[in-house]
C-alpha cells in the first residue's frame, strides 16, 4: 500500500483525492475484500491509478486519478479499467458508478466521453472550499461497457 499512499499524496492528486479542510496524511487506503486499487502503468511510470470498491452487491464505485501530465491518456486508462472489470469482477456487479463534484466540469465531461450516463445529483455531499456543494452521479452499466 506504500505505492498507493504515495502517489495518492502527491500534491496534485490529493487536492482532487480528499474533501476540503481534511489532511491528506490522515487518509485510509484501504485494500481488502470490498476495495481495491489498480495502477496504471505507462512506459514503466505509474502516471495513474483507479480506486474501486463495491457499494452493493449489484454496484460498485471506482474514483480514477491521472497525473496531469499524463491526463490526454485518461479515457484510455478507464477503458482499460472497463475491459479488466469486464474480465475479473464476478458478473454479479453489473454496473460501475462514479460521483464527481459538481465544479469539476472537466472530469465530469470525462467521464461521459468514457461512456458514462448522467444519473442524477448526490445534494450538498462534498465539501469545497465554498462550502457543502452537490456531486453528479455517473453510471455505466456491463452491457454499456461491451459497446
Known amino acids: 500500500m506504500k505505492t498507493v499512499r504515495d502517489f495518492m499524496l502527491l500534491p496534485e492528486i490529493s487536492r482532487y483525492a ?9 487518509e485510509e487506503f ?5 476495495n481495491g486499487w489498480l495502477i496504471y502503468n505507462h512506459n514503466g511510470l505509474d502516471v495513474g491509478m483507479i480506486k474501486f470498491y463495491l457499494l452493493t452487491g449489484t454496484m460498485g464505485m471506482f474514483h480514477p486519478y491521472i497525473l496531469r501530465a499524463h491526463k490526454a491518456m485518461y479515457n484510455e486508462m478507464v477503458q ?11 458478473k454479479q456487479i453489473c454496473k460501475l458508478n462514479v460521483a464527481i463534484p459538481k465544479q469539476f466540469k472537466g472530469a465530469i465531461n470525462a467521464a461521459e466521453v468514457a461512456g ?4 442524477g445529483v448526490d ?25
Open 18 to 26: 480528499v474533501e476540503y479542510g481534511a489532511d491528506p496524511k490522515d
Open 30 to 34: 484501504i485494500c481488502d475484500g470490498r
Open 80 to 90: 482499460e479499467f472497463f475491459a479488466w472489470f469486464i474480465k475479473e469482477v464476478p
Open 116 to 119: 458514462m450516463k448522467h444519473e
Open 123 to 147: 445534494r450538498l455531499s462534498y465539501l469545497s472550499k465554498d462550502g457543502p456543494c452537490d456531486r453528479m452521479l455517473l453510471g455505466i452499466t456491463r452491457r454499456e461497457m461491451n459497446k
